[in-house]
């Protein structure tokens, strides 16, 4: 009986061992399921991110998932995956659910093809690519690319080809691709202006080498190119060593002014004269590094001209010094550059005066305090008005000056190559003749004018010369038609009026013309009966008198003329 509940007492407890036993390992296999669980749930919550994270990227894909290689994966085919993003940027009708060949679709026929191709080498291969191709419909560039994702174990996960699109960026880059050609052009344009220059011409930086030059720059260096001249910052000699051009440049980036130098070379056997020119630029926007720009001008000509003038010059002024009119020339300063003897005499100037360049107002002053200066009121207006020529004076101007001593002095001012000429004579003589013949003029026409008879004069080129009023009067002529000095001819034909008679006018004019140049005397018979008697006088010089004087006239010109 004992053995009995002793027994029954160790089934008992082995049971509820048994129990213990069985409870820890539930509790144990719980605990252990719920890590399980938890460790499941955050591997599918870190895969729901991973999707979220990619169906969120501004790309668009196309995902082929394989089955796992390393298990008894039941999944037998390659299963093919939209992304949001790509549906949404193609317009796929069935959006996250649309194949592989519904991406194609969406694309050129070629492109199309060509994407195919890429993914079969990418699936079969693993051959990653990139490349652009167009969408249908709208001309959309979009940039594909592929490439397969793989364990560190080199267990295929899957392949993924993305989808850009760039037409944005694309268009930037053609616009950008547009203007660069567009520089490209107007720097080939630009070089092509520069090369086309027929002078030297180059680029230094902040350290003076040369770092562009042009094609007559690479002639005068005698090397093959411009890429040679720059690597070897070939200077262009003078034929001393000397690097005058250099010299300037280094002058001109200290200055910052542009400086020149006299520059001669043998060129093709000839001597050539320069002129180096180097001019600063301020390199970038700091404004601390300045570099030039240099080029050559060919002066030869201008040399040789120089030459040419200054011995043509001094014939010139060697011709003025021996002239009898003075002569004084002023230069763009108004100093006296040259004068001659008649100008000192004219003026009745000292030699040291002279000698000393005076400005042309110490002139004025000069011949102001001699008394020989023309009277003026206002001497400062007067200096101001004859100082403006030097500025305004554009082609030759004359006039008189009526000097206090009584003498009359043409002046004549004009441009000159080095200022202002100015050229005196003396012609108070020759007014006086003047006078005097005007006079003398005036007195023989008077004397004409009070003749009874009608008299004309014409000179040795058979013009006018004089007549009187009485002729006037006798052939009712208009003053008008006497003043420009009309031919013989053409006052026969005044008096035409006269001889409506006359059938052949011609051969009549040509009688009378012919009996007027040999003096000989003959009479004229006009419409209105009056008789005239025609008296020519031909002189040494040629000149002919001719007077008219009426032998009878018509009976009503008679009590016309008594009752007068």
């Known amino acids: 009986m004992q053995m009995s509940d002793e027994l029954l007492r160790n089934m008992v407890l082995m049971s509820v061992v048994i129990e213990l036993i069985m409870i820890s390992v539930i509790v144990y296999l719980q605990i252990k399921i719920y890590k399980q669980k938890c460790k499941i749930y955050f591997i599918k919550r870190d895969r729901e991110r991973c999707n979220e994270l990619l169906f969120t990227a501004k790309d668009g894909y196309v995902c082929f998932v394989y089955p796992d290689q390393k298990v008894k994966d039941p999944r037998k085919t390659v299963i093919e995956r939209c992304s949001r993003r790509l549906a949404v940027m193609f317009g796929l009708k069935n959006g996250t659910a649309s194949s592989f060949e519904d991406v194609a679709d969406s694309f050129y026929k070629e492109d199309a093809r060509i994407l195919k191709k890429y993914v079969t080498m990418l699936k079969q291969e693993g051959h990653a690519f990139e490349d652009v191709l167009t969408l249908k419909g709208n001309h959309r560039y979009v940039c594909v690319y592929g490439s397969r994702v793989q364990s560190r174990d080199n267990d295929l996960y899957c392949d993924v080809v993305w989808f850009k699109d760039i037409s944005d960026e694309a268009r930037k880059m053609a616009e950008l691709e547009s203007k660069k050609e567009a520089v490209l052009n107007s720097l080939k344009q630009f070089e092509n202006m520069v090369d086309g220059l027929n002078y030297p011409l180059w680029l230094r930086d902040e350290n003076l080498n040369i770092i562009a030059v042009n094609k ?93 003038f200054k011995i043509n010059q001094n014939n010139h002024l060697d011709i003025l010094s021996a002239l009898g009119t003075a002569i004084a020339i002023y230069d763009n300063k108004t100093k006296l550059f040259f004068f001659n003897t008649s100008f000192k005499s004219l003026w009745n100037l000292e030699t040291a005066f002279l000698e000393t360049t005076p400005t042309y107002l110490q002139f004025l002053e000069t011949v102001r305090e001699n008394k020989m200066l023309p009277p003026v009121p206002d001497f400062k207006l007067y200096k101001d008005d004859e100082q403006s020529v030097f500025n305004n004076l554009l082609e030759p101007k004359e006039d008189l000056l009526h000097l206090s001593d009584g003498r009359t002095v043409r002046r004549l001012r004009a441009p000159h190559p080095n200022g202002v000429i100015f050229a005196y004579e003396d012609v108070s003589d020759r007014l006086a003749t003047m006078r005097r013949l005007n006079e003398l003029t005036a007195m023989q026409q008077n004397i004409l004018d009070n003749l009874t008879d009608s008299v004309v004069i014409f000179g040795a080129n058979r013009r006018l010369k004089f007549y009187n009023k009485a002729y006037m009067k006798l052939w009712i002529i208009d003053v008008h038609k006497m003043q420009d000095e009309p031919k013989l001819e053409q006052i026969m034909e005044y008096q035409k009026l006269f001889f409506s008679n006359i059938d052949d006018w011609v051969a009549f004019k040509e009688s009378m013309s012919d009996n007027i140049t040999n003096g000989r005397k003959f009479s004229l018979s006009r419409d209105d009966d009056v008789k005239i008697d025609v008296s020519p006088q031909v002189f040494y010089d040629g000149s002919i008198m001719i007077t008219y004087s009426i032998v009878s006239t018509s009976q009503s010109d008679k009590e016309r003329a008594n009752h007068g």
């Open 216 to 308: 007559k720059y690479v002639e005068y260096s005698g090397l093959n190119g411009k890429s040679e001249v720059v690597e070897k910052n070939v200077e262009l000699g003078n034929g001393k060593g000397e690097n005058v051009a250099l010299a300037a440049a280094k002058e001109a980036q200290k200055t910052k002014k542009m400086q020149k130098a006299a520059y001669s070379t043998v060129y093709n056997g000839k001597i050539y004269n320069f002129e180096v020119q180097e001019n600063p630029y301020f390199i970038g926007e700091i404004l601390d590094k300045i570099g030039t720009v240099g080029y050559l001008n060919d002066v030869t000509e201008l040399e040789k001209a120089k030459r040419n």
